[in-house]
Nanobody, 126 residues
Framework: QVQLVESGGGLVQAGGSLRLSCAASGRTFSTNVMGWFRQAPGKEREFVGY????????YYADSVKGRFIISRDNAENTVYLQMNSLKPEDTAVYYCAAKLPFSSGSSYHPSGYAYWGQGTQVTVSS
């Protein structure tokens, strides 16, 4: 089992920045990709980006590319989502998720991830 705990959400004005953290515990060695997703009211959960524990390669959704940065601290088993130039449309509950290495699921879709955090609210005011 892997436990994920997000933190760092809050209220920020448009153009501002926030950094979310996702602390992983348990059998973290069994995961290889950490993803960030978000879900706005009345909408489906959508992919934000992911990072690989090994090598640190990242991939982002077009909607956040150039504004959001995902990083990780392997020693602390923590993944970060730095969000800059925030827009009101970024308002959502943000979730981190862990993908198992031999999972055939997509790294860009929620169904590809086995473990999820509880989510943290990000609200961007205009």
């Amino acid at each position: 089992q892997v436990q994920l705990v997000e933190s760092g959400g809050g209220l920020v004005q448009a153009g501002g920045s926030l950094r979310l953290s996702c602390a992983a515990s348990g059998r973290t060695f069994s995961t290889n990709v950490m993803g960030w997703f978000r879900q706005a009211p009345g909408k489906e959960r959508e992919f934000v980006g992911y990072i690989r524990w090994s090598g640190g390669s990242t991939y982002y959704a077009d909607s956040v590319k150039g504004r959001f940065i995902i990083s990780r601290d392997n020693a602390e088993n923590t993944v970060y989502l730095q969000m800059n130039s925030l827009k009101p449309e970024d308002t959502a509950v943000y979730y981190c998720a862990a993908k198992l290495p031999f999972s055939s699921g997509s790294s860009y879709h929620p169904s590809g991830y086995a473990y999820w955090g509880q989510g943290t609210q990000v609200t961007v005011s205009s």
